[in-house]
Nanobody
Framework: QVQMVESGGGLVQAGGSLRLSCAAS?????KGWFRQAPGKEREFVAA????????DHADSVKGRFTISRDNAKNTVYLQMNSLKPEDTAVYYC??????????????????WGPGTQVTVSS
């Protein structure tokens, strides 16, 4: 069973930056980040293909967030800049052992981390 562990969350002022990291314990291919705010559905944030050559970002974060990966470390990152209060949520990393292309749908991911809280104050 693959374990996913996120790190890097915290409290930041609006306009600030954070970098989330997520390490996987076993072999996985495509990876992604999702978030869930209180009272809302879990939503797609960003995804990256196994090679790292293809990425996708939600419209709400384009130009501010960047997903990347280091396959040697089996780790995926989410660089978050120009943070806004509406970015406040629990952020989850996800991975699949079935697909190598960019995956944006939650149902296609096999493994999930426990989540890390990101709070942006105004």
């Amino acid at each position: 069973q693959v374990q996913m562990v996120e790190s890097g969350g915290g409290l930041v002022q609006a306009g600030g930056s954070l970098r989330l990291s997520c390490a996987a314990s076993g072999r996985t291919f495509s990876k992604g980040w999702f978030r869930q705010a209180p009272g809302k559905e879990r939503e797609f944030v960003a995804a990256i293909s196994w090679s790292g050559g293809d990425t996708d970002h939600a419209d709400s974060v384009k130009g501010r967030f960047t997903i990347s990966r280091d396959n040697a470390k089996n780790t995926v990152y989410l660089q978050m800049n120009s943070l806004k209060p509406e970015d406040t949520a629990v952020y989850y990393c996800a991975a699949t052992s079935r697909y190598t292309s960019v995956i944006t749908r939650t149902l296609l991911y096999d493994y999930w981390g426990p989540g890390t809280q990101v709070t942006v104050s105004s």
